[in-house]
């Protein structure tokens, strides 16, 4: 009886401890106003959206508003470089609090990772030289597309672009290098990623030759974090009422902001 009694303290106390443990794990909100930084999972490498300046800092709309959330909460900004592949690894490993990186809020990631409601959005073109004749999906057959791996270009472009050759890259960047090089004459990507092709080689003549999506992107953060994923959905409307967050798209992009993202916030 008395080892008994011992073994359901013991399995008692562990359980306690395992509940505690889970608690404090689970108060991320507090954890981060606690640490005074927010660390944000960011792909540099992305036009417009995240990028380094001449001083190598890096920028973009992304980084920004990165950075405003960070002042919402009264913290400092850790940007957490990563690849666009491990967006959701690097936040699930915990080596970040959230991503704020050109994610599009998709079924399929939302099995993995909480989205906030959208804050921006991302434009899905397909893009060629002028002489190149494209006009959707089933011209592609045949013929070879660039993209970059595990992105909503990715997915769609897989299920859409039947017997096209998929060439993947493991960034915007090394995308971007290979369409300038003359290694893909077709990609799928977004219209800031083709100026940044025609900046650098001006001659390919790169135009748009159809729209694939407008995307609405979310902030991603990990599943069980109900308080943090409140206080970041809040922000969002404020800031998407108040006109900051469309400030900071123009900014960058040189237009307002897609109306699919209040639209989608809204619901």
């Known amino acids: 009886m008395i080892l008994h009694r011992s073994l359901l303290r ?8 395992a509940c505690t443990a889970h608690a404090a794990q689970a108060d991320q909100l ?3 106003r606690k640490s005074g930084k927010l660390r944000v999972a960011v792909a540099i490498g992305i036009p417009l959206f995240s ?11 992304d980084v920004e508003t990165a950075r405003e959330l960070a002042r919402g909460l009264g913290v400092k900004l850790e940007v957490v470089p990563v690849t666009t592949a491990a967006r959701i690894s690097t936040l699930q490993a915990r080596r970040a609090d959230m991503t704020i990186s050109v994610m599009s809020i998709t079924e399929e990631r939302a099995k993995v990772v909480d989205f906030s409601v959208p804050y921006a959005a991302i434009t899905i073109i397909t893009a060629a030289p002028k002489d190149v004749k494209i006009a959707g999906y089933a011209d592609l057959a045949g013929k070879r597309i660039g993209l970059t791996r595990a992105t909503t270009n990715d997915t769609l472009t897989t299920k859409e672009a ?17 369409a300038v090089t003359g290694q893909v004459n077709i990609f799928s990507a977004t219209p800031s990623t083709m100026d940044e092709i025609n900046r650098r080689a001006p001659g390919k003549n ?42 900071i798209y123009k900014k960058y992009h040189g237009r307002d902001m897609p109306n699919v993202v209040v639209k989608t916030a809204q619901n």
Do not use: C, H
């Not at 013991?10 to 401890?17: K, P």
């Not at 990028?51 to 973009?60: L, Q, Y």
């Not at 039947?162 to 290979?178: F, N, P, Q, V």
């Not at 159809?210 to 969002?236: C, H, M, T, Y």
């Open 10 to 17: 013991t399995t008692f106390a562990a359980a306690l401890l």
């Open 30 to 32: 507090d954890d981060i």
């Open 51 to 61: 990028f380094t300046d001449a001083a190598m800092e890096p920028t973009g709309s």
């Open 162 to 178: 039947k017997g096209a050759e998929i060439m993947r890259y493991e960034d915007d960047a090394t995308l971007i290098t290979s």
């Open 206 to 247: 790169f135009e748009i030759k159809f729209s694939q999506l407008d995307s609405p992107l979310g902030i991603a953060l990990n599943k069980g974090e109900p308080r943090l994923k409140e206080w970041v959905d809040r922000w969002v409307a404020a800031n998407l009422e108040s006109g900051k967050l469309n400030q």
